[in-house]
């Protein structure tokens, strides 16, 4: 049911070279389906993550933020990702399940556990079964291809309902640089940063810390601009990987034009995949941009777009098609800024000027409402007259399978 989102070609993702990937069922979700993959990186792999704010984080985030020390960069050789149980919830024996996971795989692959990351992503509260997931990891590890990046997509998927993958290449100083991301979430889905896992990986080399910054900044253009239902998972995930295969010269400066060039190509597969996500929202019909203009600051443009995405009222308005607009002018009144003027805020559904002056504008009519909340993708753009400042939020509406698939969810 997803708005406009097709399943990512296999050729048109590109290798990243000294990444290569390994899938298999270990039967950790249902019997004979993909549930298990492997990432192996070459030595000298330089990988960066930011992680949940949920304080009920998952033992595999926990690890993962052990292994990845204070900076949240270190030379990492394997990433290894299950469906089908988060690990959550579970205490100490998750964290021991966990661990062991990396101690396994780090054998096999014959290096130290610490350079294993370890996700999971699943039902909350459930043990995880280590020993289908141990011995799923051989099978795992004897397929592994560079060219498995729409099969990993496809296998770490939980409600998702069509894989999630983007891929670009760009020139560094004339060599040819690569960046490759896969994605899962449909549901459970807000900022910092949603029930999403997210694995992007470049063959530039990247200092440590430039990566650590650059991972902060890619999730904050992107994966932290979305919401599907404003619950903030406890598996939330995303990682670079920078493997230094593609010969271009080591980025230490986050100014300089290559480490731009290196970031913002970062930033459009993260936000594609991000808005994959939105549109593969659970029971998602529709599509929908929020931009908050001439906002006194970003966080205060951001704080109204989300007033707006989060409210039930307004996204089920969306789902029936209804220009009951009001609601989207209550959400900006409770957002939170005490000072707004309401009658310096004006409010448009793509080309149609809804509110000027604190109430209706006076050439607005109900019709032309109808025309844009019946389309799939929609824009709303809400102008607060206080600044400069601009910000964006990606949301779906709510409908009546979302409630039928979190209802249904461990049936």
């Excluded at 070609?9 to 004979?32: E, F, M, N």
């Excluded at 397929?143 to 729409?150: E, I, K, M, P, T």
């Excluded at 019909?285 to 109204?304: D, G, L, P, Q, W």
Aim: glycine share 10%; hydrophobic share 45%; proline share 4%.
């Amino acid at each position: 049911m997803a708005v406009n989102l097709q399943p990512p070609a296999a050729s048109a993702l590109h290798a990243v070279p000294g990444v290569r990937i390994g899938i298999a069922a270990a039967g950790i979700r249902k019997a004979g389906r993909a549930d298990l993959t492997v990432f192996a990186l070459d030595a000298g792999t330089q990988v960066a993550g930011v992680f949940t704010r949920n304080r009920f984080c998952a033992a595999p985030v926990q690890v993962c933020r052990d292994h990845l020390g204070p900076r949240r960069s270190a030379e990492m050789r394997a990433l290894v990702v299950n469906t089908g149980c988060a690990n959550a919830g579970t205490g100490e024996p998750g964290l021991a399940a966990a661990r062991a996971t990396c101690e396994q795989l780090g054998g096999l692959l014959g290096v130290p556990a610490r350079q294993v990351l370890p996700f999971s992503t699943g039902v909350i509260l459930e043990p995880l079964p280590l020993d289908r997931l141990q011995a799923g990891l051989p099978l795992a590890l004897a397929g592994l291809r560079a060219d498995a990046w729409a099969d990993a997509a496809a296998a770490i998927m939980t409600t998702d309902t069509v894989p999630k993958a983007a891929s670009e290449r760009i020139e560094l100083d004339g060599v040819a640089v690569h960046v490759t991301g896969i994605a899962k979430g449909a549901g459970m889905i807000r900022p910092d940063m949603a029930t999403m896992l997210g694995f992007l990986a470049t063959d530039a080399a990247v200092a440590p810390d430039l990566l650590a910054r650059m991972v902060r900044e890619v999730a904050d253009a992107s994966f932290n601009c979305v919401t599907v239902d404003g619950d903030t998972s406890t598996n939330d995930s995303l990682v670079i990987a920078a493997t230094g295969r593609s010969g271009a010269a080591m980025l230490r400066d986050a100014q300089a034009p290559q480490a731009l060039a290196l970031r913002d190509a970062l930033v459009r597969v993260a936000q594609r995949l991000a808005q994959a996500i939105v549109r593969d929202g659970e029971g998602a019909t529709k599509f929908i941009t929020i931009r908050v203009e001439s906002a006194a600051s970003v966080a205060e443009a951001r704080r109204v777009g989300y007033a707006v995405a989060h409210s039930p009222l307004v996204k089920t308005a969306f789902f029936a098609s209804d220009p009951n607009l009001g609601r989207i002018l209550a959400a900006v009144g409770y957002a939170g800024i005490d000072d707004l003027e309401v009658d310096g805020v004006d409010l448009y559904l793509d080309d149609v000027h809804v509110a000027s002056r604190g109430g209706r504008h006076p050439d607005y009519r109900e019709a032309d409402g109808q025309r844009v909340m019946a389309q799939s993708e929609i824009l709303v753009r809400i102008v607060l007259g206080r600044g400069a400042s601009t910000a964006t939020v990606w949301t779906c509406d709510l409908s009546h399978d979302y409630v039928s698939i979190n209802a249904d969810y461990r049936s």
